[in-house]
């Protein structure tokens, strides 16, 4: 595990000796963003195999294959899907690579069934539509918070204020539609704010057609405890909040009035 900021250490970490180098980015859950170009030329040079994880992104706003990546997975119980109705997994790349793969799934018997294929397939159509209007709420909604004086901080690739915004323009088509923030006043705050939201649902998933808040600390890093949170950057006060497709100008009066019922 590296501190995924600082690229020369990485570069350091690899040049040890390195046989895969597994990179997540955007990450999750705050938005941290790696050069994929760069740091798979330093895998390469150690020969090492990368694989990126482009569930955040998806293919439509992001494609580690073409900046070098060996091997791209995705979750499609996510944006693929985009409906929250079926978990599945994508992985890309040579047929080398692939073939060693669905050797070994063969072997192990993991299979997606037909109804969830289905669902995914059929998910998968309005792609491109979907993470469009996406991309583009989460950026109006992450500029919206920024403003909010409640608000102390919000991490999206998509901003100028993000410390990695120069490196996601270079390798990204749009800045996806997962954000996060924090508010003032910290857990506490936030236990207050989210049921105060009237559209977005409280839960661990992220991706789908609706939007979807809440904290890592008790959804998707509850098993970290708080010593491992916070050594992975992960503040307690974060709140998660991946846009769906509803008409932004009701997200942002859903968040605003969220906001200002805490004084
Ligand atoms: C959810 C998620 C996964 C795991 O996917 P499942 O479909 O839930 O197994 C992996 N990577 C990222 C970035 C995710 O958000």
């Keep these: 595990m590296c501190d995924t900021t600082n690229h020369e250490a990485i570069e350091a970490e690899i040049a040890k000796g390195c046989r895969v180098l597994y990179l997540e980015t955007p990450t999750n859950p705050t938005l941290k963003v790696m050069d994929i170009a760069r740091l798979t030329a330093a895998a390469h040079r150690a020969g090492a195999v990368v694989v990126a994880d482009n569930t955040f992104a998806t293919p439509i706003n992001q494609s580690p294959l073409a900046l070098g990546v060996d091997l791209v997975l995705h979750s499609a119980t996510k944006f693929l899907g985009g409906h929250a109705d079926a978990l599945g997994g994508v992985v890309c790349g040579s047929k080398s690579l692939i073939g060693q793969i669905y050797h070994y799934r063969e072997i192990t018997g993991a299979a997606l069934d037909p109804m969830a294929a289905y669902l995914l397939l059929r998910g998968m ?34 901003l100028e204020s993000h410390p990695q915004h120069e490196i996601a323009r270079r390798q990204m088509r749009g800045f996806g539609g997962v954000l996060s923030f924090m508010l003032k006043g910290g857990f506490d ?48 006060g974060l709140i998660r909040y991946s846009v769906g497709i509803e008409e932004t100008e009701d997200l942002i009066a859903d968040l605003k009035q969220a906001i200002s019922q805490g004084g």
């Design 125 to 158: 159509k309005t792609l491109h539509l979907r993470i469009r209007q996406q991309n583009e709420s989460a950026l109006r909604i992450a500029r919206f918070l920024e403003a909010q004086p409640g608000v102390s901080s919000v991490f999206y690739p998509g």
């Design 189 to 236: 705050a936030v236990r207050a704010f989210l049921p105060r939201l009237r559209y977005a649902h409280l839960a661990a998933n992220l991706g789908a057609v609706e939007t979807i808040a809440g904290p890592p600390a008790t959804t998707s890093h509850v098993e970290c405890t708080p010593e491992e949170r916070k050594a992975m950057g992960i503040p307690e």
